[in-house]
């Protein structure tokens, strides 16, 4: 049995240094999830990798 690895959280940096946005890359698809580092942002990122280890895509 090979083991799933997930995509990684990622940061977005913006022009001006501040709100840098949250995205997770599945499927060479970039999925944004929110304000980097937002309790919010944490939160889509744990329900996408909850889907993505029990769907072969999104």
Do not use: C
Not at 15 to 41: C, H, M
């Amino acid at each position: 049995m090979s083991h799933k690895s997930y995509p990684k959280y990622r940061k977005q940096k913006s022009s001006n240094g501040k709100n840098d946005r949250a995205f997770v890359e599945i499927n060479s698809k970039r999925i944004y999830l929110g304000e980097y580092d937002s309790p919010e942002s944490r939160e889509k990122y744990y329900r996408l990798m909850a889907e993505y280890s029990t769907a072969d895509t999104i």
